[in-house]
């Protein structure tokens, strides 16, 4: 039966590096590479020399000896988000955020007055141009995990638009890491077993790759190979968590600095908190070893909070109880989340009825930050350390 494709994957080129490039004239068509000790993000012209996100600052030298490194400008970015989501609003009331630089949308019910989705789709990626001069590519299918796939096909600065009826005969002869959700680890642990394309999965039992992967990511490789996702785009829900990361690099870090890493990571969390009146109960740490295998460890606190001493004490306690694995195996990424989140209006107090005695604190260095800036004040621990740098969170 066909299904006429209405959802859009909206994801942004090399955002970090395109931003860069629109606002430094001379950086385009240059390899550029955003971060220092770290490449955050890296530009097409320097991906064409193997830079990729996460890379050590040596070795992106070492590929691209002529590549441009530029400090990070975050507020920049979070600029340049804000712009390009007014563009997605504009275009349909169905918006789901995916990160700072991408987005699911629903245009089902526009035909009659904006167009079919590929005409909606192309006016889209016309407005970003115009609006916030940043190069989008989009793709456009029947379902979420599709329309990620066309996007990812169609870049960079392209449209993608997969027909209703012509799902298979797209998807199937793409490489297995098309799939949202086969990593590199997972790539490895297919190809070993001889599966190359996204087709060959579809061909199998799911029990063969439940065997494979696991209960959780043998059914979802097996369904999405097969063209089954039945999400839907949730639009104007609200972040169920608000988290962020620290890429380190490769070289060996002392306890002490890691653990400057993690303040630094939560006091930004904390306030991103503050400021948008969430308060969240359950704390994550996320880290990545030099091997590229990552683990996650949570914490439920009592009551919810957006105490920055609070969600620091949980997340060093977490930290010190994944010490055993970096000594073994060296970090590269330290992430910090809070989940569970509730608006602080809601919040109960404790007896005797008085909030915790940190938040008076933590409102005073709100306000300086927010008057001059976010860092006319930075935590000791802090002080000259700048080899580490955010990168962005996917929300949960």
Same mark, same amino acid.
């Given at each position: ?112 007055? #904006? ?12 407005? /970003? ?8 590519? /989009? ?9 990620? /796939?066309?996007? #990812? ?25 098309y799939i949202w959700g086969v990593g590199p680890k997972n790539s490895v642990t297919l190809r070993d077993r001889g599966f190359q ?36 785009? #949730? ?35 904390? #306030? ?102 976010t860092s006319a004040l930075t935590r000791a621990v802090l002080l000259g350390r700048a080899d580490h740098h ?7």
């Amino acid at each position: 039966m066909f299904v006429e494709p209405t959802i859009l994957h909206a994801d942004l080129d090399a955002f970090f590096a395109s931003v860069e490039q629109r606002d430094d004239p001379a950086l385009r068509g240059r390899p550029v590479c955003v971060g220092i000790g770290v490449v955050m993000a890296a530009s097409y012209e320097a991906r064409a020399y193997g830079v990729r996100g996460a890379m050590g600052g040596h070795e992106a030298r070492r590929l691209c000896p002529d590549a441009v490194f530029v400090p990070p400008r975050l507020h920049a970015y979070t600029e340049a988000s804000r712009a390009v989501f007014e563009v997605f609003d504009d275009t349909t009331p169905f918006v789901e955020p995916i990160s700072v630089d991408e987005a699911f949308l629903d245009v089902r019910g526009l035909r009659r007055i #904006r167009g079919d989705a590929e005409a909606i789709a192309g006016r889209l990626r016309a407005e /970003v141009r115009d609006r916030v001069d940043l190069p989008i590519t /989009v793709g456009v299918a029947t379902t979420k995990s599709l329309a990620k /796939v066309a996007s #990812r096909f169609g870049k960079p600065d392209g449209l993608c638009v997969v027909p209703g009826g012509g799902e298979t005969a797209f998807l199937h002869p793409l490489p297995i890491e098309y799939i949202w959700g086969v990593g590199p680890k997972n790539s490895v642990t297919l190809r070993d077993r001889g599966f190359q394309r996204i087709g060959d999965l579809a061909m199998v039992p799911e029990a063969a790759l439940v065997a494979i992967l696991g209960p959780a990511a043998g059914r979802h490789v097996h369904a999405l190979a097969c063209c089954r996702d039945p999400r839907l785009v #949730r639009g104007g829900q609200r972040r169920r968590s608000i988290g962020s990361q620290s890429a380190l690099g490769r070289r060996r870090r002392a306890p002490a600095e890691i653990d400057a890493v993690l303040v630094g990571i939560v006091d930004r969390v904390t #306030r991103r908190m503050r400021s948008a009146h969430r308060v969240g109960r359950t704390v994550t740490l996320r880290l990545r070893f030099d091997d590229f295998t990552r683990i996650t460890r949570s914490h439920t606190l009592p009551e919810a909070t957006a105490n920055t001493e609070v969600v620091t004490t949980a997340a060093r306690q977490l930290l010190a109880a994944a010490e055993p694995l970096i000594r073994k195996h060296g970090l590269t990424l330290v992430g910090v989340t809070v989940a569970n989140l509730s608006d602080d209006s809601t919040l109960q107090l404790a007896l005797p009825f008085e909030r915790h005695d940190g938040d008076d604190l933590d409102h005073a260095l709100d306000a300086v930050r927010d008057k001059f800036g976010t860092s006319a004040l930075t935590r000791a621990v802090l002080l000259g350390r700048a080899d580490h740098h955010e990168v962005p969170l996917l929300p949960d």
